[in-house]
């Protein structure tokens, strides 16, 4: 009977800690049921990076705190695929992942980077000056930049496609 009782509470424990760890990155997200959340990380200020989907074109980038939402592209979610360009790059120890988008003269890439099993993710922002900012996520981030690939056109211009897009 005891070992029995050990062995429940173990499944216990560890079926609770389980669904912990997987139910924390829906409640960081911006994406709202039953959207996709394809990204989502927090910063350092405390707010969110979120690409909420709906399936097929339904693309969306979003950038604030859950009831304030400071920064959404596009404007409807629908086509927004159409807005992002994607980029990749993967050799031994080494996988790249970008999504780009330009809104009101301001450039945006959302990405995700793993170099010798280091694994960083955040966003780039680059202003019509020429200046950059990099906002970097902080703690555990959720990523499936590579889902997109067949919705989001390939940036022809980035140097991780090194010029080259597949045909489609």
């Not at 760890?21 to 707010?47: G, Y």
């Not at 920064?71 to 031994?92: C, D, V």
């Amino acid at each position: 009977m005891r070992r029995l009782s050990f062995h429940v509470v173990w499944i216990a424990l560890w079926f609770g800690l389980s669904n912990a760890s997987q139910a924390s990155p829906a409640r960081a997200s911006l994406c709202q049921p039953p959207e996709l959340t394809h990204f989502t990380c927090q910063t350092a200020a405390k707010k969110t990076v979120s690409l909420c989907g709906a399936g097929g074109n339904s693309l969306q980038y979003r950038f604030g705190k859950p009831r304030a939402v400071e920064l959404q592209f596009p404007k409807e979610i629908a086509a927004g695929a159409q807005q992002f360009k994607y980029a990749h790059y993967f050799r031994a120890q080494t996988d790249y992942w970008e999504l780009r988008f330009t809104n009101n003269d301001v450039g945006y890439t959302v990405f995700e980077r793993s170099v010798d099993g280091k694994k960083s993710a955040g966003v780039e922002i680059s202003l019509a000056n020429g200046a950059e900012k990099q906002i970097t996520c902080v703690g555990k981030f959720v990523s499936n930049l590579e889902a997109l690939k067949s919705a989001v056109p390939c940036d022809a211009e980035s140097a991780l496609n090194a010029g080259f897009c597949p045909a489609r």
